[in-house]
């Protein structure tokens, strides 16, 4: 296995292997452009259905079936925000999304395999960028590119999310070579790649213990969080769902997506492959593997490919050497690690907060689910999967 196979590379993981600030859209797309450049400002009028109901339908149907993957991604990430917007902008929620959104969301959807609404890949994959070009993806020189209301703590909650991406690009790489190196039973190069991912993880957990520098959680939870919900067991949608006009498939009925959320990124589900461990039937289990659909297509390949290949934990559970059980047990405590501070964080950006904001709910997930009780067993039970 190849992380080029997969549209992916060591330098930069799952992020695009582009960058979002130097990719043109026809000119089609100009008013919507002018629209998501800004949003704030719309989102700040209160009446943002106003302003968005007003934009034309660029009619891209023909357009989305063969142009270059990096524009419809980049199309994808602004239609995306933009709906958004449309649903969470204004007090109440709609039950409609019109037509000159639905028709080019779901068209653009479609063309990338996902579903029409924002993806973890439209919030963070495909929309950075770096200050410098010359100089590396870190904190102190990438850019959030499409916003809803700006400021700092939503650029922030964002651009560690791109930094811990980029850092885990070392954790993939060797992911996929170890593969091949356990079947070839060379112990020594195992216990190397598997060292090289414990200093990997450090370093992504060093950006992860950075989000409370800038991103305050009262602000995430009352000015960031409540646009990134999605539809799907979110009561403030009266008919369960989301009604896509003049999208012929969905026959003007309710579709209850999930929203974004963290648990779309694509690391730990690798990491679980890697290592083949399991969790026990629950709503959550349930849920990420109904999130798994919600990844970029090739992004969903390698997860699947790598679970498919992996004969790593056999590998290391038959041999005597210590040594490699020491590393390959290092490798599984660290990723029950960063999902502890993702609880961490859980609990203090959303769970300990309060509002009447319609449809953000601090025992609810962005994706829709009552996540506390789940993330401390899938925790529990990735720290006993030892060997």
Not at 68 to 82: D, G, K, N
Not at 162 to 180: F, P, R, T
Not at 271 to 294: I, K, N, T
């Amino acid at each position: 296995m190849e992380l080029k196979e997969y549209g992916m590379s060591r330098e930069r993981g799952y992020l695009s292997h582009y960058e979002i600030d130097e990719i043109t859209l026809p000119d089609e797309f100009a008013p919507v452009l002018q629209a998501a450049k800004k949003l704030s400002a719309l989102l700040t009028t209160g009446r943002v259905r106003h302003w968005l109901e007003a934009l034309p339908d660029p009619q891209i149907e023909d357009w989305v079936e063969k142009a270059p993957e990096e524009e419809v991604r980049t199309a994808m990430v602004h239609y995306s925000f933009l709906v958004q917007a449309y649903v969470w902008g204004e007090p109440e929620p709609p039950a409609h999304l019109p037509a000159n959104l639905a028709r080019p969301m779901c068209a653009i959807a479609d063309r990338l395999g996902q579903a029409p609404l924002l993806p973890y890949s439209g919030y963070v994959l495909d929309n950075w960028y770096r200050l410098d070009k010359s100089g590396p993806i870190t904190l102190d020189n990438i850019a959030m590119y499409q916003n809803f209301l700006g400021g700092a703590d939503e650029n922030w909650f964002v651009l560690v999310h791109v930094a811990i991406e980029a850092e885990a690009g070392v954790l993939l790489d060797n992911a996929a070579k170890l593969v091949s190196v356990a079947k070839c039973g060379d112990e020594t190069e195992v216990i190397h790649l598997l060292k090289e991912m414990d200093e990997a993880w450090e370093r992504v957990y060093a950006h992860f213990a950075r989000m409370p520098e800038r991103c305050d959680p009262y602000v995430y939870f009352h000015r960031v969080r409540p646009y990134i919900h999605g539809w799907a067991n979110n009561p403030a949608l009266e008919n369960g769902g989301l009604i896509y006009e003049s999208v012929d498939r969905y026959q003007d009925k309710p579709q209850a997506f999930r929203g974004q959320t963290g648990s779309q990124s694509s690391i730990v589900p690798a990491m679980d492959a890697l290592f083949q461990v399991g969790h026990s039937d629950d709503p959550l289990r349930q849920f990420l593997d109904e999130l798994h659909q919600y990844r970029p297509v090739e992004h969903r390949r390698f997860i699947e490919d790598i679970a498919r290949e992996s004969t790593l934990r056999d590998f290391v559970s038959a041999s005597a050497n210590q040594d490699l059980k020491e590393a390959f047990n290092a490798c599984v405590e660290q990723s029950a690690r960063f999902r502890t501070r993702h609880l961490e964080y859980a609990a203090s950006y959303i769970n300990k907060q309060a509002g009447s904001i319609a449809g953000n709910d601090p025992d609810v997930g962005t994706g829709g689910t009552p996540f506390m009780k789940y993330l401390k067993k899938h925790r529990d039970e990735n720290r006993t999967q030892v060997v």
